[in-house]
């Protein structure tokens, strides 16, 4: 049984960074991708990007590109997303989700989600 | 680009359908989530058709050309929720959400 829990809430300034993590148990932690999603107050979901654990580059859809990164700690088992130069547009919830390592992924398990909130 | 309506209304006991169209879906697989308010979403419907074994058999899924189909069958009050349609580009590499549909049931 998949089971991924994610970091607490985050306050942030704009302009400042945030790193959130997701921890995963219940399968072999390479198996995977791991994928994160953000969903705005009130909005719909958003993908932001993937990683591989098990080696490869991360993918980030454009809109993302550059002012994220998705990272790994395998011997742990811990996915990180980290996000850089915050707005108040990165006020979200973002879920770490596990999907199938192939091409035209989904989402097969979630995490609980991480509240990010910036404001000055 | 995936487009759903933003909203669908039944009674209790009724049949729901949900579209999402998109140039994308003839050439990959369409998967459903449901969320409902405070939770994360849940994979109802992946590969277009298929269940995961702990989703009721009221919910299906299928396609035909560039517009996917979601379908709950006798629908109940559990089921009010918002969805979502996802699929990826035609390289399979980027992920692609649909705007999402909110069920509300009468």
């Known amino acids: 049984q998949v089971h991924l829990v994610q970091s607490g809430a985050e306050v942030k300034k704009p302009g400042a960074s945030v790193k959130v993590s997701c921890k995963a148990s219940g399968y072999t932690f390479t198996d995977k991708y791991i994928h994160w999603v953000r969903q705005a107050p009130g909005q719909g979901l958003e993908w932001v990007g993937r990683?591989?654990?098990?080696?490869?580059?991360?993918i980030y859809p454009q809109s993302f590109r550059g002012r994220v990164t998705v990272t790994t700690d395998t011997s742990i088992a811990i996915a990180y997303l980290e996000i850089y130069s915050l707005t108040l547009g990165d006020t979200a919830l973002y879920f770490c989700?596990?999907?199938?390592?192939?091409?035209?992924?989904?989402?097969?398990?979630w995490g609980q989600g991480t509240l990010v909130t910036v404001s000055s | 680009d995936l487009i759903q309506p933003p909203s669908v209304s039944v009674s209790p006991g009724q049949t729901a359908r949900i579209p999402c169209s998109g140039d994308?879906?003839?050439?990959?697989?369409t998967y459903w989530y449901q969320q409902k308010p405070g939770q994360a979403p849940l994979l109802v419907i992946y590969k277009d058709r298929e269940r995961p074994s702990e989703i009721p058999e009221r919910f299906s899924g299928s396609k035909s050309g560039t517009t996917a189909l979601m379908t709950i069958s006798g629908v109940q009050a559990e089921d009010e929720a918002d969805y979502y349609c996802?699929?990826?580009?035609?390289?399979?590499?980027?992920?692609?959400f649909g705007g999402g549909t909110n069920l509300t049931v009468l």
């Open positions: 996802q699929s990826a580009d035609s390289s399979g590499t980027y992920i692609l």
């Open positions: 994308v879906l003839p050439k990959q697989h």
């Open positions: 990683i591989n654990p098990s080696g490869g580059v991360p």
């Open positions: 989700a596990s999907g199938p390592p192939t091409a035209s992924s989904f989402f097969d398990s």
